[in-house]
């Protein structure tokens, strides 16, 4: 039933443990990956690039139209089992279920990692991002898609997307869906993890006595701190491709194909005709009646229009590819960043990387889905909040706080830091547990880019996210961290021995004893991404010179040429953004299928 040995290649805790097939078996009652196949034709009505949080949704609902047949096309392979288990989600990035896009040196930050460069993680596998993501549950603001709607994106205000997050939610805590915010029949399981912390306890403590709401930020107010949810479904990841792919996998108008590399949209008179697609090292060429429909994430679907001729015509020439279409494809990169402030905990409280190998965790997870094992890698809480704090009356946060517990193991090779900060800041604890709060700036003023390196499909682009480019933006970050302080220092989380880690960044000596200064400088020298990277196929009013798409995701000046994922956003959200994608790919769908008429349709109607 399961690729042991599949299970046992990736590094998590659990590929040396004698009870990894236990926690196999204790999760095969969810298919978590759908069957694939080899066999495809040589045309269909649809074909979409990239089987993740936006193309799984899509071939998934345009196969519920009897009359067209789709192709889901896919780089990455069917990911392992325990990608399933919701606390060990790092430890599959930065292995093949990774892209691994690295970015050029940045100017402004990261001069505490190798060599002043951040890795960018996305999924490479069937349900994408969506394998290896937090997997909090977090729409954004209705401020953010009112936004979207007044700068020309037509039909994407918030009161025209919330038809749309209800309808892929099946959430299973009557005290959320009470509220009116929330669907209970969609295929997307959102639940709390069932594991309550000591630092989740003394948070929640904190947040009250301070004076902040604690919010179901998904409903009608975001501010405050949320209980989160997860996409979790009975203790185990809920991803695109559990959600919507699995359940469709036996129909026959969808080929869903692994190992499927797409290098080339093929463009003839201005109009998308197929593909060309690597094919477990075989080239193809794949013709769509219908449409192309691109959905391989922010920085492969701005990638993959520049190799077909889509993109800033100086771009295109320098890696001599014909133009085809001149359009700002790869500008307006934006992305969630922060940095973390690290606090020890007391020694009664056993370090996270304990608890996730203890042998008694691990026998409550298998016979009950529950503790340590369904942590979403030890963040416990999460909260919205503004530079003002609670004075603050605005319902648009600036920054978002995540508490995690920490494991020595996961930021020394998750972070890129490099040996120097490493042992300045870590070695100190080793042994000792502790708890990180990590500001996340939401709406960053910075704006990066995405280009060729050449016009080889294999060759990884540049990527330039520009981090810190814009004054603004680290002053955010800085409050945040200050936030993190004063929650660090009050009195229910003495309780458990938070104390700030008293080590110091190497070049920050001279800023001990100023927050301000001291702060500025940690989060220039080790920055974190939390991997949102969106905004790179702008959609909005055609007229506008910067945007790539019109409101209903089509190319511009390109007929039958569409794109359906996160780098449709024309800016970033006041929160995480797999949810948000997943919605796209639902709104997407639905535009897309206003054009498709089957006979069945009349009979049903008649």
């Not at 004076?211 to 996409?231: E, H, R, V, W």
């Not at 094992?373 to 809480?381: K, R």
């Not at 009356?393 to 996961?410: H, I, K, M, R």
């Not at 797999?578 to 535009?591: H, L, Q, R, W």
Request: proline share 6%.
């Amino acid at each position: 039933m399961f690729d042991l040995s599949s299970e046992y290649y990736y590094p998590t805790p659990y590929a040396a443990s004698p009870l990894l097939p236990l926690i196999l078996l204790a999760m095969a009652g969810q298919k978590h990956s759908p069957d694939t196949t080899t066999d495809i034709s040589e045309e269909y009505d649809y074909i979409v690039v990239g089987a993740g949080s936006a193309g799984s949704v899509v071939a998934s609902r345009l196969s519920e139209k009897g009359c067209v047949t789709v192709l889901l096309l896919e780089a990455g392979k069917s990911p392992p089992q325990l990608t399933d288990l919701p606390v060990i989600n790092r430890y599959f990035t930065k292995t093949d279920l990774d892209w691994n896009f690295q970015t050029v040196a940045q100017e402004n930050a990261g001069m505490g990692l190798i060599n002043k460069t951040f890795t960018l993680s996305a999924g490479k596998a069937i349900g994408g991002s969506s394998i290896i993501n937090g997997l909090q549950s977090a729409r954004g603001n209705r401020k953010d898609y009112d936004n979207w709607a007044a700068q020309g994106a037509t039909g994407w205000s918030y009161e025209e997307v919330l038809p749309y997050f209800k309808k892929l939610e099946n959430n299973t805590d009557p005290e959320f869906v009470r509220n009116g915010y929330h669907g209970i029949n969609g295929p997307v399981t959102m639940s709390r993890p069932k594991y309550d912390s000591e630092l989740k306890i003394a948070v929640a403590k904190a947040a009250k006595q301070m004076g902040y709401d604690f919010t179901d930020s998904n409903g009608p107010q975001q501010k405050g701190f949320y209980d989160l949810q997860a996409t979790m479904r009975n203790g185990q990841r809920c991803s695109a491709a559990k959600a919507y792919l699995v359940p469709n996998e036996n129909k026959e108008n969808l080929d869903i194909v692994k190992n499927a590399f797409v290098t080339k949209i093929i463009i003839e008179d201005r109009q998308a005709r197929g593909v060309e697609v690597d094919l477990n090292g075989i080239s193809r060429k794949v013709t769509a009646r219908r449409e192309v429909i691109l959905s391989a994430g922010t920085i492969n679907s701005a990638k993959l229009l520049m190799l077909s001729g889509i993109g800033p015509k100086e771009e295109l020439q320098k890696h001599k590819i014909p133009v085809v279409a001149d359009l700002p494809v790869g500008r307006n990169l934006q992305d969630h960043f922060g940095s973390m402030l690290n606090f020890e905990l007391s020694d009664k409280i056993e370090p996270f990387s304990q608890k996730i190998r203890k042998e008694a965790n691990i026998w409550e997870y298998i016979n009950s889905k529950a503790g340590v094992l369904t942590s979403v890698y030890g963040v416990s809480t999460i909260a919205f909040l503004n530079t003002f704090g609670t004075n603050d009356t605005n319902d648009y946060p600036e920054f978002e706080l995540y508490f995690g517990e920490g494991a020595q193991e996961v930021v020394k090779h998750q972070f890129m830091i490099s040996n120097p900060y490493h042992k300045a800041i870590y070695e100190p604890y080793k042994e000792k547990p502790f708890y990180w709060c990590l500001c996340q700036i939401l709406h960053p003023k910075g704006r990066g880019y995405v280009a060729l390196r050449s016009s080889d499909p294999y060759d990884s682009p540049i990527i330039d996210p520009k981090y810190f480019s814009h004054p603004d933006d680290i002053k955010i970050v800085v409050a945040g961290m200050k936030k993190c302080k004063e929650i660090g220092k009050s009195e229910p989380l003495v309780e458990i021995g938070s104390k700030l880690f008293s080590t110091v960044y190497p070049g920050c000596e001279n800023t001990v004893g100023d927050d301000d200064k001291n702060f500025r400088c940690m989060a220039r020298s080790i920055l974190i991404t939390s991997n949102h990277q969106v905004g790179t196929v702008k959609m909005g009013d055609p007229k506008d010179p910067s945007t790539v798409l019109d409101p209903q995701l089509r190319v511009k000046t390109i007929r039958n040429l569409r794109v359906v994922d996160a780098s449709v956003m024309p800016n970033s959200l006041s929160g995480n953004t797999n949810v948000p994608t997943m919605m796209i790919g639902e709104k997407a769908s639905d535009m897309i299928k206003e054009s498709i008429h089957c006979n069945s349709d009349n009979e049903l109607n008649a």
